[in-house]
T-cell receptor, first 109, second 114 residues
Framework: KNEVEQSPQNLTAQEGEFITINCSYS?????LHWLQQHPGGGIVSLFM???GKKKHGRLIATINIQEKHSSLHITASHPRDSAVYIC???????????FGTGTRLTIIP | NAGVTQTPKFQVLKTGQSMTLQCAQD?????MSWYRQDPGMGLRLIHY???????DQGEVPNGYNVSRSTTEDFPLRLLSAAPSQTSVYFC?????????????FGNGTRLTVT
């Protein structure tokens, strides 16, 4: 089973700060997922990436396949970015995903 | 296009009762899955299906049953509810398997077993 570690577990920042959330995994993968879970509970897929970098608005996701590491960056953070951010990776050779425990981000106005 | 629809949103059961959590998607996705989310733990896979008529167990299948008679629907049945099944349940679908396609989640069902 692919082991997934996210850091930090909790992050509080002031509005406007640059945010970085990290995800490391143990086994080589085809793609890594970043998800966002708002306080209301719904989960939304942000990115799926297998190499390099992807950008959507103020969110940027990068992945280093050799180092088995991915980062999620938020530029010009805003209170509405407050959520739990979760990374997930597939287990090699099967259909199942392993999820990290999430990073709880709080942006203070 | 509603995406993934889960019902109910909240449910309280007594120990030993049974119930079915409903999940439906209108995106013609082959892959559907059920997860439970508990405090301090990542989402854990209960059961999944790669197409109509095909289901398989995930990481924590005990106490749950599934079936997939149509592409659209993937209900999760609790056979005899136990307090350990108190959790938030999410249904998800994707067009591909093995984590190679984006996941679409339902809004979750918060289940309490007393």
């Amino acid at each position: 089973k692919n082991e997934v570690e996210q850091s930090p577990q909790n992050l509080t920042a002031q509005e406007g700060e640059f945010i970085t959330i990290n995800c490391s995994y143990s086994v080589g993968i085809s793609a890594l997922h970043w998800l966002q879970q708002h306080p209301g509970g719904g989960i939304v897929s942000l990115f799926m990436l297998s190499s390099g970098k992807k950008k959507h608005g103020r969110l940027i996701a990068t992945i280093n396949i050799q180092e088995k590491h991915s980062s999620l960056h938020i530029t010009a953070s805003h209170p509405r970015d407050s959520a739990v951010y979760i990374c997930a990776v597939p287990n090699f050779g099967n259909e199942k995903l392993t999820f990290g425990t999430g990073t709880r981000l709080t942006i203070i106005p | 296009n509603a995406g993934v629809t889960q019902t109910p949103k909240f449910q309280v059961l007594k120990t030993g009762q049974s119930m079915t959590l409903q999940c439906a998607q209108d995106m013609n996705h082959e892959y559907m899955s059920w997860y439970r989310q508990d405090p301090g733990m990542g989402l854990r896979l209960i059961h999944y299906s790669v197409g109509a008529g095909i289901t398989d167990q995930g990481e924590v299948p005990n106490g749950y049953n599934v079936s997939r008679s149509t592409t659209e629907d993937f209900p999760l049945r609790l056979l005899s509810a136990a307090p350990s099944q108190t959790s938030v349940y999410f249904c998800a679908s994707s067009s591909g398997t093995g984590g190679r396609s984006p996941l679409h989640f339902g809004n979750g069902t918060r289940l309490t077993v007393t």
